[in-house]
T-cell receptor, first 116, second 111 residues
């Protein structure tokens, strides 16, 4: 059973470009969470999605950031018009159907975004 | 709001015990967690404790929870060089399934 997959592992974008980060949850998991880790910081929650629904986006910046988890395919975190402050590691976690309990969240290896 | 605090750095010798400490502020925390992050890797859940427990032991790992002081610790017995990593304390609140993390403690184990 493959773990949570994220791609790309490393992404370099120039200021003003778009960044698309992909997350494929573990097989059978229907909950996806995105977290951002700024340099020398802990992870900060961004958004929690179930298939085709955004459950909690309280940690998502109001502008330029969006997330989706379609019926088919991976979850996508999209950052439009990137700025240097968006440089961070973005982690995805998934959990099985049910309560979505945090102890059942499995983390992917992360995508390291660098904005030049 | 919730806040999780940890010391930033700990250095120990191989074979010694390591104790990593964490404090949290939200008394409605349901679960408290310890994650390990190796360089360039994602987070690995080491262990978690429910808020009505005082202690949990799992092989070399012992978690102690002082709910009155909102203090959590992780003890690693017989620390090995492979334990060198960043350790994150995290909490989840009653009714929420998202995690709030501390900034992490870098553990360096020297031979």
């Amino acid at each position: 059973n493959a773990g949570v997959m994220q791609n790309p592992r490393h992404l370099v974008r120039r200021r003003g470009q778009e960044a698309r980060l992909r997350c494929s949850p573990m097989k059978g998991h229907s909950h996806v969470y995105w977290y951002r880790q700024l340099p020398e910081e802990g992870l900060k929650f961004m958004v929690y999605l179930q298939k085709e629904n955004i459950i909690d986006e309280s940690g998502m910046p109001k502008e330029r950031f969006s997330a989706e988890f379609p019926k088919e395919g991976p979850s996508i975190l999209r950052i439009q018009q990137v700025v240097r402050g968006d440089s961070a590691a973005y982690f995805c976690a998934s959990s099985p159907p049910g309560t979505g309990a945090p102890y059942e969240q499995y983390f992917g290896p992360g995508t390291r975004l660098t904005v030049t | 709001g919730e806040d999780v605090e940890q010391s930033l750095f700990l250095s120990v010798r191989e074979g010694d015990s390591s104790v990593i400490n964490c404090t949290y502020t939200d008394s409605s925390s349901t679960y408290l967690y310890w994650y390990k992050q190796e360089p360039g890797a994602g987070l690995q859940l080491l262990t978690y404790i429910f808020s009505n427990m005082d202690m949990k032991q799992d092989q070399r790992l012992t978690v102690l929870l002082n709910k009155k002081d909102k203090h959590l610790s992780l003890r690693i017995a017989d620390t090995q060089t492979g334990d060198s990593a960043i350790y994150f304390c995290a909490e989840s609140l009653t009714g929420y399934s998202t995690l709030t993390f501390g900034k992490g403690t870098m553990l360096l184990v020297s031979p």
